[in-house]
């Protein structure tokens, strides 16, 4: 049949010498007339047609330059489309869960990892680590025999007398503001591993005098006589009695854990913050050179970086001079060993 009808037959073909192609089963070159062009591609032979055609000449499938059959589109098909269900059964296989017995009823409960170790700056964990120690024999210490429900309003009546039980009436309550005292000593303690202190929320008053520094041309340096301001704090600490002083804080303790709750800590203890601050005091630096100072603006600022980057509670401890670092230190030892019944390494 002639015409735009194209007749289907199998073809196999092979290229001869000068790259033609050639009817393998008939030994004559493949040739079209001036309405048709063959294009042969690497692995294929495309017709494009515009004409008529005789029979014997039409072309299906993939043509191989080697001579071998040819491969039709459809077999190629089905050769990928088996492959890969064939892969995906073994991933299947292979990567699958493993099957849960469901002969016995026992179910095996994995024991939950332990929390991260407290640090004196980062998040405050719902562990108790510290728990407030049983007192056996309690110390006579001027606090009622229960303390009811925690009640900050209206603690500083409390906390006041036990104060007076401790110091007696020396001239303590020059040092100390009783007013929200505990929570005062709360938000102290929760931010002196931090970079700055909240002054007006300090449970003492400020030290008298004005900051003291030396030098000239050849620098400035925190005055030897700067340490005087802070001797009287460093005395009324020693003047404490540590095993009375734990003791009234043990007594007390609900009314400091409702404070830090009010902080934004509802599930951690505030035991656990105390000893973790006392232990981070008791690793500030102790220099026994003088410190170096510059005045960028109106403040001085430590000259070494350091020391400038050193969170507020070491550089208080800086700032009070190496004598009296090392007695508060001695006291806070003291505090800790009554608090764990450890002695610190520190």
């Known amino acids: 049949m002639m015409g735009n009808t194209l007749h289907w037959r199998k073809l196999s073909a092979v290229a001869g010498p000068g790259g033609e192609w050639h009817d393998a089963e008939q030994g004559v070159p493949l040739q079209c007339d001036d309405a048709l062009q063959w294009h042969a591609w690497p692995w294929q032979l495309l017709l494009s047609r515009s004409g008529t055609l005789p029979q014997r000449w039409t072309p299906i499938g993939r043509i191989h330059r080697n001579g071998e059959k040819a491969v039709s589109s459809t077999t190629v098909k089905l050769v990928v489309v088996g492959g890969l269900a064939i892969a995906a059964a073994v991933a299947y296989l292979v990567l699958r869960p493993a099957p849960v017995a469901t002969e016995s009823p026992t179910s095996v409960v994995v024991a939950p990892s332990p929390p991260p170790v407290n640090e004196a700056v980062g998040v405050i964990e719902p562990t108790v680590r510290f728990p407030i120690p049983v007192l056996e024999e309690e110390p006579a210490v001027a606090v009622e025999e229960s303390v009811p429900a925690p009640d900050l309003n209206s603690s500083d009546t409390v906390l006041g007398e036990a104060l007076a039980g401790l110091f007696g009436s020396g001239g303590w309550s020059e040092l100390v503001i009783v007013k929200d005292l505990v929570r005062r000593i709360v938000v102290t303690v929760d931010n002196l591993p931090g970079e700055q202190m909240p002054w007006a929320r300090s449970p003492l008053q400020r030290a008298g005098g004005g900051f003291q520094v030396v030098g000239g041309e050849d620098g400035l340096r925190v005055a030897p006589e700067n340490a005087a301001r802070y001797l009287p704090y460093v005395q009324l600490a020693e003047a404490v009695n540590s095993a009375r002083l734990v003791a009234m804080y043990v007594r007390l303790y609900p009314l400091f854990q409702a404070a830090y709750d009010e902080l934004g800590y509802p599930s951690a203890y505030f035991n656990d913050r105390l000893v973790v601050v006392i232990d981070h005091l008791l690793a500030a630096p102790e220099l026994t ?45 003291d505090i800790r060993q009554q608090l764990t019944g450890a002695v610190p390494q520190n």
């Open 289 to 333: 050179e003088p410190i170096r100072l510059v005045q960028p603006k109106v403040r001085y600022h430590f000259e070494d970086p350091a020391l400038q980057q050193a969170s507020a509670g070491h550089k208080i401890m800086l700032r009070m001079g190496v004598d009296n670092a090392r007695r508060i230190k001695a006291k806070l030892r």
